[in-house]
């Protein structure tokens, strides 16, 4: 690698990534994409990139950690942890989460905040308010200096444990998973109340501080993986199912037979995209055409296409929930009465798609779309088709998703994109990945299948019935032998 000055502009450089072949060509890009911080100098001769570890499932550097309590010190730097002043700023933390997180009949996530404070001289309204997303939670007092006199058992405590070295304050709260999408902000705010003293007297001493601990913790370990697909909004928020895992090294990408500059650009795109949310390059992620596909059955697909150039398009017609090709549209539709019987347990099997009807016309305006279902390669693996009647139409699925007002847009299992106009057509959810435990599990599916609840309560009363009268009766023969 090396950085030169730019021939036709002197006032530019070139960053130069080179190799004899394609293996050093790939290594070069490699050592670029995860050892950049330890390069220097205007040139760089790389001779080999190992990863040490494999990556596994959930372990994006920018997600929390699903296995242990992460402290906030690993999420931002102590200092930012610290505020002063009567009018302080709030302290923030950024934080990711796995947009699969199962936390049905759950409380929400626990988080054990620690924090210090300047005690106030007397008792009044001063708080430290906890948001989330600039959504309130709970507000905390802070309390005011103890003017009495200590009493014994306070002055024993004080021999034991020195007053400059008690513990801070601490406090467990549970945030609601429904308040937290992929991308989490926790706001903490030191609210100061401002006695008013009398004329003269109103201007305070600026010497109160705040603080949040950093060994403060919140816990995401406790819960499941498992979502109802197809989800665009998992899809457009965190990336999902392709940064399961980091280095997408169980996705791949399907490009059009004769892919042009806009299909490259909205494949590197998507995984700058996908690389943002996990804080790693996809240095895993297989790039195959159509006829490769049948290989591919063990990985979720990113499939792109533009006009008829995606031949996966005709083979999966009967699958994808919506079409784009040339002037041709199409939008598969379901309807309220299908689902009703299904929610009773009385339709099709909900691993099968609903299509009760489609709806085709024709139109010459530019639109892209994207579109997920289940793999028709394999159960449980997914699809996320991004499509455009046109090669330009792509670059409108990469600008919704890098605008934060159009993102909010995308979800369900379609989402049409014209300009900045952003329609989710169908919300279908005919499939589950992940897994739950088997009490879990069973506790789930009843709750989603009230007729089979019933019809096993009934069973259950019925044979608890039975039991009892073969027992009583038993007993009424046992009690007239004995008598006779």
């Given at each position: ?372 279902f289940e793999s028709p390669l394999r159960g449980g693996r997914s699809v996320v088709l991004v499509a455009s009647n046109q090669p330009a139409g792509l670059s409108q699925v990469m600008d919704a998703l890098l605008d ?81």
């Amino acid at each position: 690698m090396a950085v030169v000055s730019h021939p036709a502009d002197r006032h530019g450089k070139l960053l130069l990534v080179m190799g004899r072949d394609e293996a050093e060509l790939g290594v070069a890009a490699k050592a670029l994409a995860i050892g950049s911080s330890a390069l220097s100098g205007p040139l760089a001769r790389i001779t080999e990139v190992t990863e040490l570890k494999p990556r596994k499932p959930y372990d994006a550097p920018n997600w929390l950690s699903n296995d242990r309590p992460v402290k906030f010190g690993e999420l931002v730097e102590a200092d930012s942890l610290n505020v002063s002043g009567y009018s302080p700023d709030l302290i923030r933390l950024n934080f990711f989460l796995p947009p699969d997180l199962f936390a049905w009949r759950q409380k929400g996530i626990p988080v054990d905040l620690r924090y210090r404070y300047t005690p106030r001289p007397n008792p009044d309204k001063s708080t430290l308010n906890i948001n989330v997303n600039q959504q309130f939670l709970r507000s905390l007092p802070l309390h005011a200096v103890n003017h009495e006199e200590p009493g014994a058992l306070d002055r024993l405590l004080t021999k034991v444990v020195p007053k400059g070295e008690m513990a801070p304050e601490r406090e467990t709260f549970h945030i609601p998973l429904f308040k937290l999408p992929a991308q989490s902000q926790l706001q903490m705010h030191y609210y100061y109340d401002v006695v008013k003293q009398g004329a003269c007297k109103d201007v305070p001493l600026d010497n109160v501080r705040g603080s949040v601990e950093a060994d403060s913790t919140i816990d995401i370990s406790g819960f499941p993986h498992f979502i109802a697909m197809p989800d665009l909004a998992a899809f457009g928020n965190a990336g999902f199912p392709f940064t399961r895992m980091a280095d997408l090294s169980e996705s791949a990408v399907v490009m059009p037979d004769k892919p042009g500059a806009q299909e490259y650009a909205a494949y590197l795109g998507l995984m700058g995209v996908m690389g943002r949310v996990t804080g790693y390059p996809a240095l895993g992620v297989t790039v195959a055409q159509a006829q490769q596909v049948e290989r591919l059955a063990d990985k979720d697909l990113l499939v792109i296409a533009s006009g008829g150039n995606q031949p996966l398009l005709k083979q999966w017609a009967s699958s994808i929930p919506a079409l784009l090709q040339g002037e041709t549209k199409s939008f598969q539709m379901s309807d309220f009465a299908n689902r009703l019987l299904r929610w009773w347990g009385f339709g099709e099997d909900s691993s099968v798609h609903a299509r009760r009807s489609q709806v085709a016309f024709s139109s010459d305006s530019t639109d892209a779309l994207v579109a997920g279902f289940e793999s028709p390669l394999r159960g449980g693996r997914s699809v996320v088709l991004v499509a455009s009647n046109q090669p330009a139409g792509l670059s409108q699925v990469m600008d919704a998703l890098l605008d934060a007002e159009m993102l909010k847009h995308v979800q369900g299992s379609t989402t049409v994109i014209r300009g900045k106009q952003v329609d989710s057509l169908v919300a279908e959810k005919n499939y589950h990945v992940g897994q739950l435990g088997p009490l879990l599990y069973t506790q789930w599916f009843l709750s989603r299948n009230p007729l089979l609840l019933i019809v096993l309560g009934v069973s259950a009363a019925v044979l608890i019935a039975i039991i009892m009268y073969l027992s009583l009766r038993a007993r009424a023969r046992a009690r007239l032998k004995q008598k006779g």
